[in-house]
């Protein structure tokens, strides 16, 4: 059993849900040229613009809802997304999102076990949408690997800081081994052996979702 935390809850609230969607939002928008430049070198060069544009509409949908409960907050960004985000990365976040959404339901505050739980299966939203494998170099790369390991150490009890630190170190290590891949799936499949060298904009999104995840999910535990 996870220690009681002295310090107050240990979970997922409507507020650091909340957050979390902002802080995602920021740093997209902070690394929107460095996304656009790797979508530029195997895709199209629109991912940095395109999920700029679906986070700052996520974010003022979010501002302008009293979201009661975490669910409710997923569903709005994974509705802002889809219909905000033309290609594929905006539907594919938007498919995490409200897969996240019904997962989470009407809870107002999620367990560590529950937003485990949650994430995993937005994750299995996305393989369920884009059909992609791990190895296929796409954002799945990233978050696969994130979500089993958020799921394992909190299975084992490690602290709900931790857990949130592993997950952003097997994202990010998920990430960094997209460099080499010839991508099998998206736009980057078109190149063929000349997607390979390259780090998949994706996936790099997605290890920001996950690092933006340890810097405020875990606000209030230690
Ligand atoms: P588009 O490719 O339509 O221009 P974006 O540039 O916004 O859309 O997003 C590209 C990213 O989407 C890729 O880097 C990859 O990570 C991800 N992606 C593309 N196709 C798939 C898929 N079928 N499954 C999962 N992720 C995918
Ligand atoms: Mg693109």
């Known amino acids: 059993m996870r220690e009681a935390d002295p310090g107050g809850h240990v979970g997922v609230s409507v507020e650091s849900a909340s957050a979390w969607v902002r802080a995602w939002a920021d740093a997209i928008a902070t690394n929107k040229q460095a996304l656009t430049k790797l979508d530029s070198a195997i895709g199209d060069g629109d991912h940095g613009t395109n999920m700029d544009r679906?986070?700052?509409?996520?974010?003022d949908k979010l501002a302008g809802s009293a979201a009661a409960d975490v669910g409710t907050v997923f569903k709005t960004v994974g509705m802002a997304l889809v219909s905000k985000v033309g290609g594929a990365g905006g539907p594919l976040y938007g498919s995490l999102f409200m897969q996240m959404g019904s997962a989470a339901g009407g809870e107002s505050e999620l367990s560590p076990e529950g937003f485990a739980?949650?994430?995993?299966?937005?994750?299995n939203g996305v393989v369920a949408r884009g059909k992609a494998a791990r190895g296929d170099k796409t954002m799945l790369d990233a978050l696969l690997p994130a979500a089993e390991a958020l799921k394992e150490a909190?299975?084992?009890?490690?602290?709900?800081?931790?857990?949130?630190?592993?997950a952003e170190e097997a994202a990010r290590e998920g990430m960094e081994?997209?460099?080499?891949?010839?991508?099998?799936?998206?736009?980057?499949?078109?190149?063929?052996?000349?997607?390979?060298?390259?780090?998949?904009?994706?996936?790099?999104?997605?290890?920001?979702?996950?690092?933006?995840a340890t810097e405020t999910l875990a606000k209030g535990s230690s």
């Open 54 to 59: 679906g986070m700052k509409a996520a974010v």
């Open 177 to 212: 081994a997209t460099i080499p891949l010839v991508a099998r799936k998206g736009r980057a499949s078109y190149l063929g052996e000349r997607s390979a060298g390259h780090q998949d904009p994706g996936a790099t999104s997605s290890h920001l979702l996950v690092e933006c």
């Open 117 to 123: 739980t949650a994430f995993e299966a937005g994750v």
């Open 154 to 166: 909190v299975g084992q009890g490690t602290s709900w800081p931790d857990a949130l630190r592993r």
